[in-house]
């Protein structure tokens, strides 16, 4: 069964920091990388999202995911976070196998930035 | 532009009673609508997927009976919780996903209660 690993669950930056979350994921085949924000009391909102090309994605807001696919890895960077970056983020993926129907969410990762 | 909108909100019922909760496209059409589960401080599991005019699949684990899923339209899902059970009350969220298009959009999730 695939499966999302995101090793940091709690991170606390100051503002004007450098961002890297990490997100591995378990399937060996064709795949779709998301990641995701919450921002506290609102739904799940798109960052950024890879299908397929250039394995450096941009997102909104600044964010940028790589894809490494010989290391099973969509890390999420942001070079200078901002206080309104305080969310939880999460990385999902859905896979060929399951005709890219069923996406697999980490376990999430909360953001706080001080000011 | 994709829109999902979740209703009700939140809601608080008593043990034993079934609660509806509706899931809406408001702004694109949906073949494929899925429902999620979130417990606190926890990932979103997924519990069904949801395809338009067909019964819906089930991940393993999820009680069929217990949570009816009706998708009669490219824009609405619902999500019947039936005897509730204060092992119930969580984060319902749903998602939506455009015709062609791999990604999701999701609702803004329903806070079940059962007292």
């Known amino acids: 069964a695939q499966s999302v690993s995101q090793h940091n669950h709690h991170v606390i930056l100051s503002e004007a920091a450098s961002l890297e979350l990490g997100c591995n994921y378990s399937?060996?085949?064709?795949?779709?990388l998301f990641w995701y924000v919450q921002y506290p009391g609102q739904h799940l909102q798109l960052l950024l999202k890879?299908?397929?090309?250039?394995?450096l994605v941009k997102g909104i807001k600044g964010f940028e995911a790589e894809f490494i696919k010989s290391k099973f890895s969509f890390n999420l960077r942001k070079p200078s976070v901002q206080w309104s970056d305080t969310a939880e983020y999460f990385c999902?993926?859905?896979?060929?196998?399951?005709?890219?129907?069923?996406?697999?969410f980490g376990t999430g990762t909360r953001l706080l930035v001080s000011p | 532009g994709a829109v999902v909108s979740q209703h009700p909100s939140w809601v608080i019922c008593k043990s034993g009673t079934s609660v509806k909760i509706e899931c809406r496209s408001l702004d694109f059409q949906a073949t494929t609508m899925f429902w999620y589960r979130q417990f606190p401080k926890q990932s979103l599991m997924l519990m069904a997927t949801s395809n338009e005019g067909s019964k819906a699949t089930y991940e393993q684990g999820v009680e069929k009976d217990k949570f009816l899923i009706n998708h009669a339209s490219l824009t609405l899902s619902t999500l019947t919780v039936t005897s509730a059970h204060p092992e119930d009350s969580s984060f319902y969220i749903c998602s939506a996903r455009p015709l062609s298009v791999e990604t999701q959009y999701f609702g803004p999730g329903t806070r079940l209660l059962v007292l």
């Open positions: 890879y299908f397929s090309g250039d394995p």
């Open positions: 999902a993926v859905n896979a060929l196998n399951t005709g890219f129907q069923k996406l697999v």
């Open positions: 399937y060996g085949g064709t795949v779709n």
